[in-house]
């Protein structure tokens, strides 16, 4: 084997390896690794109380390709103290509307069915509970309790696989900002 042969054999070496790593560095760019499925969450804000009135934002993250269309919080699937939160109303956010809701003041317990007709939502707001205040409200006294809530596709089917969170600080994005929801 003479030297030049040698040298253009190491070339082609040293060509093979710089192309396999191009190539794997551009799959990993590109997220054909280490990319995990994100894990949906049902997320519910801290209470924010102002003077005698206090409201609770409800949003969802990374919801299933095609979105959560319906959220149904059955009776025991919330509750709250009764001698300080009284009056609670919910109202739907993004194009989410209450189909029903029940908030008793006497058991301290509550349920509603919010959906969206025309679209899912992946993430974002969906809606917005608001409550009269008597004394000092922590967020321990609004609890949503996950095995009395189902969350719904846009497609009719039931979302699974979900977490609630609660009592961290989340921001949901807009859904305009987005170029809209699902």
Not at 78 to 91: C, D, H, M, P
Not at 153 to 158: E, K, N, P, V, W
């Amino acid at each position: 084997m003479t030297s030049n042969s040698g040298v253009r054999v190491l070339r082609e070496i040293v060509m093979v390896v710089v192309s396999l790593g191009l190539l794997l560095a551009l799959s990993a760019c590109m997220g054909q690794w280490f990319t995990q499925e994100q894990k949906a969450y049902l997320v519910i804000g801290t209470p924010v109380i102002i003077g005698t009135h206090g409201e609770v934002i409800i949003s969802v993250v990374n919801m299933p390709q095609e979105g959560m269309a319906v959220m149904a919080v059955d009776l025991g699937g919330l509750t709250y103290t009764n001698t300080k939160i009284t009056s609670i109303v919910v109202a739907g956010l993004n194009g989410f509307i209450v189909l029903a809701n029940e908030f008793d003041d006497t058991t301290a317990k509550g349920r509603f069915v919010i959906a969206n007709a025309n679209a899912g939502s992946v993430a974002g707001t969906v809606a917005k509970l608001t409550f009269d205040v008597t004394g000092n409200v922590g967020s321990a006294d609004i609890t949503f309790h996950e095995p009395h809530i189902k969350l719904g596709s846009h497609l009719t089917a039931l979302i699974t696989g979900w977490e609630l969170s609660s009592g961290k600080a989340y921001y949901a994005k807009d859904a305009a900002q987005e170029g809209g929801s699902k």
